[in-house]
């Protein structure tokens, strides 16, 4: 991971996406490049009402106090390579995930909700579907900790992302100081509506489960050869049984998770199932950040990344 671009919009939410991809910067030598979008000619955060300053010395004063607030909000990371950048669009996803893509960026940041969206994921989803690369989402109420996360939560479905979901779980594990990777499978309800299907299937729960477990742990196995440092965590396996979005949360709560991993949607069909609409449903349950892997574990070859082109404020 070398650069990191988080989505600030000055709500508090937004502020702690910023200070947690800070944290993962320090932990992996990453830069980050704070991106805030000025939605010229829309009020903006700061604009004064009144005067009669032309439209060009409005958006020109905003921009130069958004640049101030970006800068002040970095003045205590002096540790970390920084970039403060202002985007004016009114559409904020198109414009993070260009500037994301001209970056050359590894991972977005940003908070689930926004002071312009305060809808749960009206930003944070299409970004999860949109950007070029991972993306980390903050849930609603989150406080990032003071140490980077320490034990790390990867859900699988079995699928062909799953081995790569893995190894790359397990490589940002060992780069960010992590002690552990919980790997976790769901095991769904089947909709059958008549009554002795589904005692049939309860019947047959535990050998089921026995199943996914002895798959699970070849699936840790296979994934432990790809890893650059398998050695490097300590891995538990465990399957759930439910609703995908509500067994993950239950788990991570459990656990104490910091940090939930998940494959890319746009190569797995099944991601719909394990996150409902987008990346919302699982957002609002975890306790923790999510990160969907959508670059590191594409299948099928990884895409290629243009050179890096960063407008500097």
């Known amino acids: 991971m070398t650069r990191i671009v988080a989505a600030v919009d000055f709500s508090p939410l937004s502020i702690e996406a910023l200070d947690y991809a800070l944290d993962l910067a320090r932990a992996t030598g990453a830069e980050v490049h704070a991106v805030y979008v000025l939605p010229w000619p829309n009020a903006g955060r700061f604009e004064a009402p009144g005067g009669a300053r032309t439209a060009a010395e409005e958006e020109g004063a905003e921009r130069r106090r958004a640049v101030d607030a970006l800068r002040a909000l970095l003045t205590d990371a002096a540790d970390v390579s920084t970039d403060a950048t202002i985007r004016r669009s009114r559409d904020p996803v198109s414009a993070l995930t260009t500037y994301a893509e001209a970056a050359g960026a590894d991972l977005l940041v940003a908070g689930a909700c926004g002071e312009r969206c305060p809808r749960l994921g009206a930003v944070a989803a299409e970004l999860s579907e949109a950007a070029p690369c991972d993306v980390l989402l903050i849930p609603p109420g989150f406080v990032a900790p003071e140490a980077t996360p320490r034990r790390v939560l990867a859900a699988v479905d079995g699928s062909a992302a799953s081995e790569p979901l893995l190894a790359f779980a397990f490589g940002l594990a060992g780069d960010l100081g992590a002690a552990s990777v ?12 008549a009554r002795w299907m589904q005692e049939a299937l309860l ?6 489960r026995d199943r996914a477990t002895t798959d699970l742990c070849g699936l840790v196995e296979a994934a432990r050869r790809q890893a650059v440092r398998p050695e490097a965590v300590e891995v ?15 788990l991570a709560e459990a656990l104490r998770t910091d940090l939930l991993i998940v494959g890319p949607h746009a190569e797995r069909p099944a991601f719909d199932r394990l996150l409902g609409s987008t990346a919302r449903n699982v957002v609002r349950r975890m306790p923790c950040p999510v990160l969907i892997a959508r670059r590191s574990v594409a299948v099928g070859g990884t895409p290629t990344r243009p ?5 500097a404020v």
């Open 203 to 208: 019947g047959a729960a535990p050998e089921i």
């Open 182 to 193: 919980d790997v976790a499978h769901v095991l769904e309800p089947m909709p059958y509506a």
């Open 236 to 250: 538990a396996v465990h399957v759930e049984r439910g609703k995908a979005a509500p067994a993950l949360a239950r």
């Open 307 to 311: 050179e890096a082109v960063a407008e």
